[in-house]
């Protein structure tokens, strides 16, 4: 399913994995969706950690800051397709990332996943319902 797919069933979400195409990696098995403004909003806030596995989609975003947040994160910016237009490797608290063309929702993750899994920019990332 592309993004803009999961982002429109947000009430019946599925469980989800979330893989780069290109190698392979799994980015995360613990899918949580934020698409609405209140959970937009939270995102992260109020979290100690993210554990390995876990994984934030945020849509429609097109940016992310870190203000307020106790840890860093990996931040992978995805268009409609599900390809990387922006990849952040341990953004680190009280940070912005300003906003990338094409965008369409932000994916965060534990830092050190986009090491771990080489993801880069152009490359698909696949949102599977198991």
Do not use: N, Y
């Amino acid at each position: 399913m592309t993004p803009l797919t999961l982002t429109l069933m947000a009430d019946a979400a599925p469980r989800v994995v979330v893989r780069d195409a290109d190698t392979g990696h799994v980015l995360a098995r613990q899918l949580t969706l934020a698409v609405t403004r209140a959970t937009r909003r939270q995102g992260l806030l109020g979290r100690d950690r993210m554990e390995q596995g876990e994984a934030l989609w945020i849509a429609p975003s097109r940016g992310v800051h870190t203000f307020g947040m106790r840890f860093a994160i990996d931040v992978v910016a995805l268009d409609s397709e599900g390809t990387v237009v922006d990849c952040v490797e341990s953004m680190p608290p009280w940070r912005v990332r300003l906003p990338r063309r094409g965008t369409k929702g932000v994916l965060e993750l534990p830092a050190g996943t986009v090491a771990a899994t080489g993801t880069r920019v152009g490359h698909r990332v696949s949102f599977e319902a198991v």
